[in-house]
Every structure is written in structure tokens, then in C-alpha cells.
């Protein structure tokens, strides 16, 4: 009887364990991808991917160059820069001869894009070329 007793305790503490090793899965697989995070969100059919936090080590010439990716029916949109610490005359020329070069791509041409730096503004370039690069990656694999 007791032994019995023993085994009925020892099957709970297994299905306890059992829940709890399956609720820890479940809350980890929605902390994995941020569903209503700060890098992608839906607003009225277009999706924005915002890079502040997935290119958080990509920088230009004076640090971190974020950036928000719009994205309609898998085309994108338009890019923009958010607010950085870039010098206001080398962002212009970039904003100029880059940011449109997307515009109207689907997004898996786009990726594919080769975009060329802005002669005098290299670091600002690269950084928000490699932004949208991992802003459209982010899309592609989120969506």
C-alpha cells in the first residue's frame, strides 16, 4: 500500500515537472521572436520594421544609424533614417542618393540589391545599406 503510495507521488512530481518543462518551452519560444516588439510592426496593411534594436552594432560615422523599412504586399515602400548622431550634411547626401533605391522592390530583390556608398559619406552609407539588409532579412523571416 505505501509503496503504491510512493509511485502515485513520484507519477505527479513527473507530471508536474512534465507541465512546467512545457509551459518554460512555450513562454521561451515567444520571447524567441519579439511578436509585438519594437522591430516589426503591422499598421494598416504595411509592415515596419524599425532597426533601432536589431542594428544596434551597426554604425555609421558617429555610431548607431537606425532605420524604419516600409513594406507593403512584400514591396518595399519607403526607408527612412530614425534619429542619429551622424553629421546633418553627410546624412542629407546619403538620404538623397540612397534611401530610394529601394523603393517599389520586392523585398527579396531588394535584398539582393547592390547599392554603392556615397563618395565622402562611407561609413554612413554602409551602415544604412547594411540596416535595410537586416531590416528586409528580419521581415523575410518574421512575416
Do not use: C, H
Amino acid at each position: 500500500m505505501q509503496a503504491e503510495n510512493e509511485i502515485d507521488m513520484m507519477n505527479k512530481k513527473i507530471i508536474i515537472a512534465g507541465i512546467a518543462v512545457v509551459m518554460a518551452l512555450t513562454l521561451q519560444s515567444f520571447t524567441l521572436r519579439p511578436a509585438d516588439d519594437e522591430v516589426m510592426k503591422k499598421e494598416d496593411g504595411v509592415y515596419v520594421v524599425n532597426t533601432t534594436k536589431i542594428g544596434k552594432d551597426i554604425e555609421g560615422y558617429n555610431g548607431a544609424v537606425p532605420m524604419k523599412i516600409f513594406i507593403k504586399k512584400n514591396k518595399v515602400e519607403k526607408v527612412e533614417f530614425l534619429k542619429n548622431q551622424e553629421t546633418p550634411k553627410y546624412l542629407a547626401k546619403v538620404k538623397k542618393a540612397l534611401l530610394e533605391a529601394w523603393n517599389g522592390l520586392k523585398v527579396k530583390d531588394a535584398q539582393k540589391k547592390q547599392v554603392d556608398v556615397v563618395t565622402g559619406a562611407t561609413f554612413t552609407s554602409e551602415a544604412a545599406i547594411k540596416n535595410v539588409q537586416i531590416g528586409l532579412e528580419y521581415y523575410q523571416n518574421n512575416k
